[in-house]
């Protein structure tokens, strides 16, 4: 008889939540703690491993312990009881000197979020689960902060941060205010104008020029695609890649053109050419529909070239000029 991987994986973990769950109450009624068992994320864990967490409230305080498979080989059940006993008596201890600096670095989690001004909350903040063989202590303890952010399908989403100082939670919080509170903008910039998603020119023709149905291909970006190809090819010299897409609201063209001279990649209002134009190449080229730098190739369509930059890489840099639609429901549900 063949056994289901993920059958037998499942009953693993099952028969793992059971066995620590026996454990856990047993000790919890032992000494006068509230207990809850539940599976490890898989951030938690790593790949190709299982497990739970235990969680005990000590006294108003929550102590979250990791048991998984593989650190727990070896170990029967008196072994992880005695241990788990040994982390509730550590944090029993260290209780109060906890008590401060959880509170302490989450206030100053609270500041950064507030001070980055991206629209982001904070929506839970614990200790980063224990393995139940580590010594508790309370100056190494690492913390998961929840924090709702905008996905880049400008979807709400819960952003795991696990760090241990405010420092470091601080310097995250920083990187990712900058994307937030673009797209908290184009969120905002939507909703005023009753619109699902904005589309660029070019990602409208292309959709066109390739036979395909702009209603149908949005529905697909709209159900979770974040880019669908209407050409791919990988013949040489040929214009290999045109695809549309969806990022932060908005649909654009991304290509490879394989077949202008110099070939060149599109993506929304960047274009590349691979060649490193002279800086006289590069100001003619200013204010000039891009197609006259690519052959004619009609892609670009009437596109205009607004700046442009030489690399020392080989290749030139050119912002162009795309316009911009809404598309809005009753676009989608037009027959």
Not at 122 to 133: A, D, H, T, V
Not at 240 to 254: D, F, H, P
Not at 271 to 298: F, M
């Amino acid at each position: 008889m063949t056994i289901d991987t993920a059958e037998r994986d499942a009953q693993q973990l099952t028969d793992l939540t059971s066995q620590v769950r026996e454990i856990a109450s047993r000790i919890a009624a032992e000494t006068g703690t509230v207990t809850t068992v539940t599976p490890a994320s898989p951030a938690t864990l790593g790949d190709d491993n299982d497990g739970v967490c235990i969680r005990f409230a000590v006294n108003g305080v929550d102590l979250i312990l990791l048991v998984d498979e593989r650190s727990s080989e070896g170990h029967d059940n008196v072994s992880i009881a005695s241990a788990l006993r040994a982390r509730i008596t550590e944090m029993t201890t260290q209780r109060e000197p906890f008590i401060d600096h959880f509170s302490g670095v989450r206030n100053r989690v609270e500041s950064s979020i507030e001070r980055a001004m991206a629209g982001m909350r904070l929506i839970s903040f614990e200790m980063e689960p224990l393995p139940f063989w580590a010594v508790f202590d309370w100056r190494r303890v690492q913390f998961d902060a929840t924090i709702e952010t905008l996905s880049p399908m400008l979807q709400s989403e819960k952003l795991v941060i696990g760090r241990s100082t405010p420092r470091a939670f601080a310097g995250d919080i920083a990187s990712m205010a900058r994307s937030q509170r673009r797209r908290q903008r184009m969120k905002a910039r939507l909703d005023a104008n009753d619109a699902v998603f904005e589309i660029d020119a070019l990602a409208d023709a292309a959709i066109a020029a390739h036979g395909r149905v702009s209603k149908e291909i949005i529905a697909q970006l709209r159900s979770g695609w974040r880019q669908i190809d209407l050409v791919n090819e990988n013949l040489s010299g040929d214009r290999n890649t045109v695809s549309v897409v969806l990022w932060e609201g908005r649909i654009l063209l991304s290509a490879r053109l394989g077949k202008t001279a110099p070939t060149a990649l599109i993506h929304g209002s960047e274009l590349r050419v691979d060649s490193a134009l002279d800086a006289e190449a590069v100001a003619r080229a200013l204010g000039n529909p891009a197609h006259r730098l690519l052959g004619d190739d009609t892609i670009v369509g009437d596109a205009k070239i607004t700046s442009g930059k030489s690399r020392y890489e080989g290749y030139t840099e050119f912002k162009m000029r795309v316009p911009r639609r809404f598309i809005r429901e009753e676009e989608l549900r037009a027959a």
